[in-house]
């Protein structure tokens, strides 16, 4: 069963939100991919928040650009953590998207991400998720981990 949805507000969104399910994947954590606008098909939208908790969806991650109400929406209709994702547009280069998200009126927060930073939208999903899972607690310190040799690996050859 999904433990997170990713939605976003157009099938254009998907190139930007795939490294959230590649990372999920890595992880082994479940999850749906959706496409509802929050303008174009808002009905279908409270639907999915509304009945989100009871698909047993744990963490929603919605990515959205330009007016980006998608996960603001979605937070109003459900109790999950949403984390959100702006979108980079060509107009105003995703800055109205993050403004969009990142500005919730106190009351209903979106935890919002860096522009077109899908792939932490999903470690964080991975963190939320891993206060009551120990071994996917495990395989996120291990991931820190094998990051953080990574960086040490580079300043080594550097130095050479
Ligand atoms: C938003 O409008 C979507 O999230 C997308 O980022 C943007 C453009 O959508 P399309 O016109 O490509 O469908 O709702």
């Known amino acids: ?23 999920l994947d890595e992880f082994g954590v479940a999850y749906e991919v959706t496409v509802c606008s929050a303008h174009r098909l808002p009905r279908e939208t409270a639907k999915y ?17 330009g007016a980006a109400h998608l ?9 999950l953590p949403v984390i959100g994702v702006p979108i980079k547009t060509s107009t105003l ?12 009126p106190r009351g209903i927060p979106v935890a919002t991400v860096g522009i077109n930073a899908s792939a932490n939208a999903a470690l964080l999903a991975v963190s939320i998720l891993a206060l009551k899972d120990p071994g996917l607690r495990e395989r996120l310190e291990e991931f ?10 580079k300043d080594a050859r550097l130095k050479e």
């Open 144 to 153: 820190r981990q094998r990051q953080a040799e990574e960086v040490k690996a």
């Open 49 to 65: 928040a509304e009945t989100a908790i009871d698909r047993g969806l744990e963490v929603i991650i919605a990515g959205a650009g």
């Open 71 to 79: 996960p603001g929406v979605i937070a109003s209709f459900t109790t």
């Open 93 to 104: 280069s995703g800055v109205d998207s993050l403004y969009s998200i990142v500005q919730m």
């Open 1 to 23: 069963m999904a433990k997170v949805g990713i939605v976003m507000g157009s099938d254009s969104d998907l190139e930007v939100m795939k490294p959230a399910a590649e990372i």
